[in-house]
């Protein structure tokens, strides 16, 4: 299934049925009076968050979605039946915005969560709720409300756990496929990752997710290379996991520290905030003289610990997965302290 992960739709709720105007015929009952119906409810439009999807590619071959219209009164005061819902069924993480992406309307989190986006209108009144003393055969009844319609943006952002970042071919799909049954495709070539991929790691007895996403470049913020416009999926991500290519030189590997860092900080949204693993890859391929000059470069540079793995080999993995659990396992008691 291809991955979409932002599509506009117009949504259209719709209206009331209109009430009757009818009175009471019976034989022998010379005044009846009015015994009109109320029309039915026009249906809504509803998003429901459903497991099992991680795309918004069914949005893209259909944009328009339009409820069922309430049916109108009938006499013996027989009400109209009401129209039925529209269902916009989404992915864990959509978030719902106008159509000028300046308000947030909803954010679905979780499977089941289900939220009205456009409500139908209500039904109109028959011309039983317009008998007076003075007015025993009223011939009035109210036309069906309209409903709401509008253009919305869907965009998707991924939950997962931990979160994979670096620039290209630093390893983050090889590291993901090695500790997860994610199959990301691998290759000697910048940019292999053109979606971001999800998969669910464990350390000891412990599952999380994590999320790779496509390699940034400096000036991602300003559209170089695939841009930053897949740094939302990661937005959620308790953790970071900031992988940088060994093999580059101790300069080399300081200036891609320096660039993914100042990407997160151009993006915003917390990202540069976030709990940061640093974790140096591919440390197979290099000399343990080499590797030391590069920890201390990075040490110094970025003031926290240096984590060496080889994804390929296996080495440090195990470490790093329990590191990166570590930080998930405190992010969870944080939050059941603050609720």
């Known amino acids: 299934m291809k991955f ?3 599509a506009k739709v117009h949504v259209q709720s719709a209206s009331g ?20 119906g109320d029309g039915g409810r026009g249906g809504s439009v509803v998003l429901e968050c459903i497991g099992g999807l991680n795309t918004l590619i069914d949005y893209r071959y259909r944009q328009h979605f339009k409820a069922q219209r309430g049916q109108d009164g009938k006499g013996s005061n027989c009400s109209g039946a009401s129209g039925s819902d529209v269902v916009l069924k989404v992915p864990v993480g959509t978030q719902v915005f106008t159509e000028d992406k300046s ?18 209108g209500e039904g109109g009144r028959g011309n039983t709720h317009f008998k007076t003393s003075t007015n025993q055969a009223p011939r009035q009844a ?53 979606n971001p991929i999800l998969g669910v790691a464990k350390s000891d007895d412990r ?39 060994a093999t580059l030189g101790s300069n080399s590997v300081v200036a891609a520290y320096k660039a993914i860092r100042d990407e997160l900080k151009n993006y915003g949204s917390g990202l540069a905030e976030k709990p940061e693993l640093l974790i140096l890859n591919k440390l197979d391929a290099i000399s343990s003289e080499d590797l030391k000059k590069i920890v201390s470069a990075l040490n110094k540079i970025s003031n926290r610990e240096v984590l060496t793995i080889s994804a390929v080999s296996g080495d440090g993995v195990t470490m790093a997965l329990r590191k990166t659990r570590n930080y998930i396992d405190i992010d969870d008691l944080d939050n059941t302290e603050s609720s």
Request: aromatic share 8%; glycine share 14%; net charge neutral.
């Open 4 to 6: 979409l992960d932002e």
């Open 103 to 120: 308000s947030l309307l909803a954010d679905l989190t979780a499977v089941g969560q289900k939220v009205v986006i456009a409500n139908g």
């Open 207 to 245: 599952e999380f997710v994590i999320a790779d996403i496509p390699g940034l470049i400096q000036g991602a913020s300003q559209g170089k290379g695939l841009g930053d416009r897949f740094l939302g999926h990661i937005e959620r991500c308790r953790v970071l996991l900031h992988l940088i290519d």
């Open 142 to 194: 109210d036309q069906g409300w309209p409903g709401e319609e509008a253009w919305l943006w869907l965009r998707l952002k991924l939950i997962a756990d931990a979160g994979l970042v670096g620039l290209p071919n630093a390893g983050k799909s090889t590291f993901l496929s090695a500790v997860s049954r994610a199959k990301p495709k691998i290759a000697d070539y910048p940019f292999t990752t053109l």
């Open 17 to 36: 049925g209109n009430g009757c105007v009818s009175f009471r015929r019976e034989k022998n009952i010379a005044f009846g009076g009015p015994n009109g």
